[in-house]
Every structure is written in C-alpha cells, then in structure tokens.
C-alpha cells in the first residue's frame, strides 16, 4: 500500500551517521504511540532525479518532516517543507569530545526526540 500523510505522524529525514540516530529517535517515538518513518536521503541530487510518484510515495505532501542533518541546515528546508524543521550544525568552531559536541548540537536520540515531540505538539 502507498504511504499517506494520514500513516504517518512524522517522517524523519536523515543521512550517514545520523541515519542511526534518527532510527533510535524513530523508535522511542514509536513506544509512545508515534507512527514514524525514517528516509536514509544520501543524495539529494539522486532523490530529485527520482519519478514523481517516487518521490510523493517516500515524502508524502501534507506530512509533518524532521531532517537529521551533522552540517549545514541550508537546503534541508526543500525537503521538510514550510512546517518541517532541520536539526543540524548552528554554528562552528566548537571543540570538545564528539559526544558532548553531538549533545551541545542536539544531535543525539534524546535531542532528536525531543525537537520531534515539540514538533507535533505544534501540529
């Protein structure tokens, strides 16, 4: 069956290394009654090169999405659309070990569920 915006409460967009964080996030969402799908999108460019019909069918319109992004948020917006949100790097230049950096940036489960949660708590 096609996905619909109504299946899903949230798609959660992601690539490389923050794929497994949003799994985790998509998980924890889903012990509490979420219906949350996770989209690994390693290309953009290759996405967009995709059949229409594709591209609705993985990115359902209307839908409520979150990009996972350990970069730029700049080009995320496409994805998610006007009521989506991007987690990503908000600046440079920090330096600290890789774990207290993924937490200053929001970029571990517990963050990503969080920014979720508020998310659809605004929908």
């Known amino acids: 069956p096609r996905p619909s915006p109504a ?7 992601a690539t490389g290394s923050e794929v497994a964080l949003a799994l985790e996030a998509a998980r924890r ?4 009654g979420r219906r949350v799908r996770v ?11 995709q059949a229409e019909a594709y591209r609705r069918e993985v990115l359902p319109e209307g839908g409520l999405r979150l990009a996972v992004e350990a970069g730029s948020p700049l080009g995320w917006h ?5 009521r989506g949100e991007v987690v990503a790097l908000s600046g440079f230049g920090a330096s600290a070990p890789a774990e207290q950096l993924a937490g200053h940036f929001g970029l571990t489960p517990d963050a990503i569920l969080a920014r979720a ?3 659809l708590g605004r929908v």
Do not use: K, N, Q
């Open 7 to 13: 299946r899903h409460d949230l798609v959660l967009i």
């Open 29 to 32: 969402l889903a012990a509490r």
């Open 39 to 49: 989209v690994s999108m390693p290309s953009w460019e290759l996405f967009e090169r």
């Open 78 to 82: 496409r994805w998610v659309g006007e």
């Open 117 to 119: 949660e508020g998310a």
